[in-house]
């Protein structure tokens, strides 16, 4: 397993066609913005470990998560420039 401390708007790749992005977070929870292909089931555990809510691209994204990542791959593209 591998452990990771990231600020908001890093991101992890997964392979060529996943991207994880760290938003921010608070309290005891963190945000993720997954970016995977529309074939990709992504499925997300309980508090237990036990599975959860299924999650699939192909019912879309809503509008403010779409911006919110443009925003922060903007944010770092630009940081990157500098």
Do not use: C, Q, W
């Amino acid at each position: 397993m591998l452990k990771l401390t990231l600020k908001p708007g890093e991101y992890i790749d997964i392979g060529p066609s996943i991207r994880i992005v760290f938003s921010g977070g608070s309290g005891n929870n963190i945000h993720l913005l997954v970016d995977a292909p529309k074939n990709l089931n992504i499925l997300r555990s309980n508090a237990g470990g036990k599975k959860g809510n299924h999650y699939n691209k192909e019912n879309g994204i809503s509008e403010e998560a779409k911006k919110e990542i443009i925003g922060i791959l903007m944010r770092e593209k630009a940081s990157k420039s500098r």
